[in-house]
């Protein structure tokens, strides 16, 4: 998106202004390509199938603790631990969509839209507690295995694989290509593999009366919560320290950039995410002096922005168009 501005160079205290050629509307930006761009959570994103989710995953839960407490298993009260983060992924999910729908208002110029990143880190710190918790009473239980009901862990592990089929299917359906909902997907999905160890646990415990495959079923789980806490954290990471989209070759995008007619230079060319699905991209773009004597400026600036949706799909851009003796007295440039 870029923004009106007056056809001038940024001012020697630093400040910048965006060259926009008069008449373009910088409320129209997003239409160069087909279709509009969705900004981070989409407002269409069905809530209901959340909700499901949640309800679900949450009797399950209840249900799940005093089994485990009546059985013994350690797996069982894992899973159930590991469950009630699930059951705070969906509701952090949810209250993250609710302020990403916020407009933008007074100094929130983004509105709330990083709320759905938060969300998915807290996620990820989550699964990394969880999974610490668990890995030490696993080991203590490995070293000193207590007796383990298997018929109940095996019947209750069953459900739990039914139950979080239900709620992974559920969550799938609502819209993934935020971080946010990904990472409460992520929960549930180490859920149901655990679950599925639970199971085969609980099998080698009735045939062999061997207990110690509880922890080592625990032990998997962990390393399940582990390789989700990851990957969320890692992503949401590089939101939060504004680095540039894993899938935007930076020197591609510059390499277009310079192909554009009038164009001469690119430099403070940024590109990050401001929420999933909502990447952006400021640049200073030094063009020849006849792009502004010709009245060029307005054709160029279009150029730019059908050069970064066609090949990039990115919409949100902010450039400042500016002469080439501009940067011999402009601060802070790379």
Same mark, same amino acid.
Request: charged residues 15%; aromatic residues 6%.
């Given at each position: 998106?870029?923004?009106? !501005? ?15 050629? %008069? *008449?373009?509307?910088?409320?129209? *930006? ?41 059985? *013994? ?61 668990? !890995? ?10 207590? =007796?383990?009901?298997?018929? =109940?862990?095996?019947? +209750? ?10 709620? !992974?299917?559920? +969550? ?28 085969? =646990? ?18 998997? +789980? ?22 540039? %989209? ?24 940024? +590109? ?50 500016? %002469?080439?003796?501009? !940067? ?7």
């Amino acid at each position: 998106m870029s923004e009106r !501005a007056p056809l001038c160079t940024g001012s020697d205290d630093g400040s910048r202004s965006h060259a926009v050629a %008069p *008449g373009h509307d910088d409320h129209k *930006g997003h239409a160069h390509g087909s279709g509009g761009h969705t900004h981070g959570v989409s407002s269409n994103a069905d809530r209901r199938y959340l909700w499901g989710a949640l309800l679900l995953l949450g009797s399950f839960m209840v249900a799940e603790v005093v089994v485990a407490f009546i059985s *013994g298993s350690l797996a069982l009260l894992s899973d159930a631990g590991h469950m009630l983060s699930d059951v705070g992924a969906i509701g952090a999910a949810l209250w993250a969509m609710h302020l990403s729908a916020k407009p933008a208002r007074g100094s929130w110029t983004f509105g709330w839209k990083r709320a759905e990143i938060l969300s998915a880190a807290g996620n990820g710190i989550t699964l990394l507690v969880v999974s610490g918790i668990v !890995a030490f009473e696993a080991i203590r239980r490995l070293i000193n295995p207590p =007796a383990v009901e298997g018929g =109940a862990v095996l019947i +209750v592990a069953l459900v739990g694989v039914a139950v979080n089929i239900g709620a !992974a299917w559920l +969550v799938a359906r609502a819209n993934r290509t935020s971080l946010n909902v990904e990472g409460a997907y992520q929960h549930i999905l180490t859920d149901l593999y655990g679950f599925i160890g639970t199971v085969i =646990a609980g099998v080698v415990i009735l045939l062999t009366c061997w207990t110690r495959a509880d922890p080592i079923a625990s032990l998997i +789980v962990v390393g399940l919560m582990l390789y989700a806490a990851w990957g969320l954290l890692r992503e949401s990471g590089r939101v939060l320290l504004e680095g540039a %989209p894993k899938d935007v070759d930076l020197e591609d995008l510059q390499k277009h950039l310079l192909e554009t007619p009038h164009v001469l230079s690119v430099h403070d060319l940024h +590109v990050w995410t401001v929420t999933s699905d909502l990447p952006a991209v400021s640049a200073h773009v030094v063009v020849s002096d006849e792009c502004f004597t010709n009245c060029d400026a307005p054709r160029t600036l279009d150029e730019l922005q059908a050069c970064l949706h066609g090949h990039f799909d990115l919409e949100h851009s902010t450039f400042q168009l500016e %002469p080439a003796g501009h !940067a011999a007295h402009e601060s802070g440039t790379h």
